[in-house]
């Protein structure tokens, strides 16, 4: 019983800055907020159209990918 409540606090503790981070995401505003305060795909936009971050992108789904094979 108790390892449950522990699992249980540790999951929290894990998604909730997931669940905070997310919606800040699409935010209007220059800086991230929590709350936001509008609506805006902007961060995303910059993300997808950049190539720098596209391309690390890219490198850390290729490593994910070849790390757990070899694992």
């Known amino acids: ?21 997310i919606p800040m995401s699409f935010g209007s505003e220059a800086i991230l907020r929590f709350p936001p305060r509008g609506f805006s795909l902007k961060w995303y936009e910059n993300f997808f159209s950049n190539d720098q971050w596209t391309q690390g992108f890219t490198r850390s789904i290729i490593v994910a990918f070849f790390t757990s094979i070899l694992s």
């Open 1 to 21: 019983m108790r390892l449950k409540i522990v699992v249980a606090i540790l999951l929290v503790l894990i998604a909730t800055p997931i669940l905070v981070i």
